[in-house]
């Protein structure tokens, strides 16, 4: 028998977050291993993949190189050797790596090669395709190289972060190919001005094509005379991206993300990523370069930045990707209708992408043209670089109405986007507020204030995810707009919180707030369950989050699970708690959906001894949301949506296509579902709409 977990809070099960994030970003390489996958959704998800190690590296993997390097007195309050954690890390990323490569070679070449797309190297092209590339070298290529002759202690490399490069070996021509002549060089591969996928000519009704890498290799040979060219190399070097400020509480913060921004790229290496043929002699060259040790390497194939693969042509062959799911209109909510009076009905709640997002960006265009409206509010984390809705924003202010952007600049690599929204809306009239010192205001929110009947009338959106047109598309959140003076008031008091640090908000009775009532509540509901089948009541909660980590919270539902209470969860991303533990953890049940959306809502179930409450929020269950954050969880009080979101929940629960158990193994098995019939929840869910929206039309 486990012991119980209320005598013991220290020695509990706990993953620690980096390697859980890890078995998440592994779900991400099956996509691209599934066979039932199309061919450019494999690629996709390759890029996918490469592109959260990166970032993950950037952030993640620099902090705990600065762990290991920090005092012992610093060390000793952590609860984890960084050194070690950074051993497990490189080992599931090396194994990780050769299952890519195993995935690239055995599976996405053979399968372009059966559909006449074939990526070659100079030495497979016939004459008239070397012709090409001898030209593009002159014509394209060339203004945008420039060889660097390196010179051993005298001249050493400054690689920009996470672009590509070639190493290159050399030797006198003149003086043999003894070890002591040789030299080396740096060659940019210019990616950034260039496509890194080049289609060749072929009459043959093939598709043929070369990558830049392989085109700047062939140029190496031309730019060194007097060098006989052993052999080049790809590198990749990322840079520490951590801006290190969010513990500020004094000084003038804009100024310092302004001025942290500028040292982002030219940062410490927190990585070399090179091929793995690469000669030890001119990997040592690299290491004393950059000032790296072993927990910084990570060998590769031919090719890095895979996330480049993104880009990688189709040719018109939309029969390799998925079938289309074009966004649905949200029938109350139609271009035709006077969004403000169907809000005043009833509540409303959109889900994206499965529907539109034009009823959301209506709502501030219409704000903006509506000469009743008085107010805008909003709370700007991350938006689209081109964006309607800071466009109305900035409409309605020059048409005199009061308009007041909260604007986040601490939002991990928007913080530069977001500074010039910020310039623009202030330019424009907009009264714009930034990031609080030691704190960040993740909360979805915005407000408008509409006079009727000579009286102010406030509607307001709440959501799960950003204004932010173009993720709309591919992630998956709850929108919901509502004149209920219940919610209204209260987030009219967040928004006084953000425009006066001063303001002393009352008591919140429906929104749970971060920095004041979302911990507690949320433990008062599990406590609640908890007491509920200590007394043989029912007790259940579903609990759908992107993030699990927070510690106090899962001592919480491991005391939860210890007293019987049944809890089902989805957890998309990192999850450092482990279910199925006889006597601890064996009521909770773990999925993660990874599948074309990138599942983003938050949602809350409670059971409640059977009038249950339902939350959408903004938040995850990791310390910074429920401690260092101005997060919001939203109650839903129509009868209506909840039934519809608990509909969606259900089907989530029962996928057994795309749903992944998190369990002690951390093997990333296929979910059984509940089902004999195969249920692709992201699937069935756009069908749910469809039928669903056709019986209300």
Known sequence: MTKDITEDKKSYPYIHRDISWLYFNERVLQEAEDLEMPLFEKIKFLAIYSNNLGEFFRVRVANLRNLVRVGKKTKRKLDYDPKEIIK???????????????????????ELAKNDIHLLRYDDLGKEQKEFVNNYIQDDLQPHIQ?????????????????????????????????????????????????????????????????????????????????????????????????????????????????????RNVGPASRLVYDANMPPQLLDFLIESFELDK???????????????????????????????????????????????????????????????????????????????????????????KSRIMQALMKAARSG??????????????????????????????????????LKVHSKLALVKRVENEKNKIYTYLSSGNFHEDTSKIYTDLGFFTSDKKITREVNEVFSILESVDHRPKDFQHLL??????????????????????????????????SLEDKEMIIKLYEASQAGVKIKMIVRGLCCLTPGIKGLSDNIEVISIVDRFLEHSRVFIFHNDGEEKIYVSSAD?????????????????????????????????????????????????????????????????????????????
């Open 88 to 110: 497990r890390v490189l080992k599931i990323v090396n194994e990780q790596q050769e299952r890519f490569s195993k995935i690239f070679n055995e599976q996405i070449i053979p």
């Open 147 to 263: 060889p660097v002759l390196l010179v051993k202690n005298k001249i050493r490399p400054f690689l920009n972060n996470s672009e590509l490069y070639l190493a290159i070996l050399l030797k006198d021509k003149s003086a043999g190919l003894a070890e002591v002549n040789e030299h080396y060089a740096i060659l940019k591969i210019p990616s950034e001005y260039l496509p890194r996928f080049i289609e060749l000519p072929n009459s043959n009704g093939r598709h043929d094509i070369i990558m830049l890498d392989d085109i700047v290799r062939r140029a190496v040979t031309w730019m060194f005379p007097g060098y006989h060219i052993v052999d080049s190399y790809s590198i990749k070097l990322t840079r520490d991206a951590e801006l290190y400020i969010d513990d500020e509480f004094s000084g003038d913060l804009l100024l310092k993300i302004k001025n942290s921004l500028k040292k």
């Open 295 to 385: 927990y910084d390497l990570l060998p590769e194939g031919r090719y890095h930045n895979n996330f480049d693969f993104f880009k990688f042509p189709s040719f018109g062959k939309d029969h390799m990707k998925n079938t289309p799911l074009p966004p649905l209109l949200y029938p109350a909510l139609t271009p035709e209708s006077s969004i403000f009076e169907e809000i005043k009905k009833r509540d409303h709640m959109v889900h994206f992408p499965y529907h539109t997002y034009e009823p959301v960006i209506r709502f501030f265009e219409d704000a903006a043209n509506d000469p009743n409206v008085t107010e805008i509010r909003i709370v700007q984390y991350r938006v689209a670089r």
């Open 401 to 438: 109405k009061k308009v007041f952007a909260f604007i986040e600049i601490k939002a991990r690599f928007d913080e530069e986007a977001n500074l010039k929204w910020g310039e623009s809306l202030e330019k424009a009239g907009v009264k714009v507020h930034y990031s609080f010192p030691g």
């Open 513 to 546: 707030v971060g920095q004041f009532n979302l911990r507690p509540d949320l433990k008062k509901m599990i406590n609640k369950e908890i007491a509920n089948a200590k007394a043989g009541r029912t007790a259940r909660m579903i609990l759908k989050m992107n």
């Open 621 to 697: 269950w990791m310390y910074r949301n429920l401690s260092k954050r101005i997060e919001t969880a939203f109650p839903i009080y129509d009868k209506n949506l909840k039934k519809e979101i608990k509909s969606i929940i259900a089907i989530q629960l029962q996928d057994n296509v795309k749903a992944r158990i998190i369990d002690q193994n951390n093997q990333n098995i296929t979910s059984k579902g509940n089902s004999e019939m195969p249920v692709r929840s992201q699937t069935s869910t756009y069908y749910y709409y469809k039928n669903k929206d056709k019986e209300e039309t």
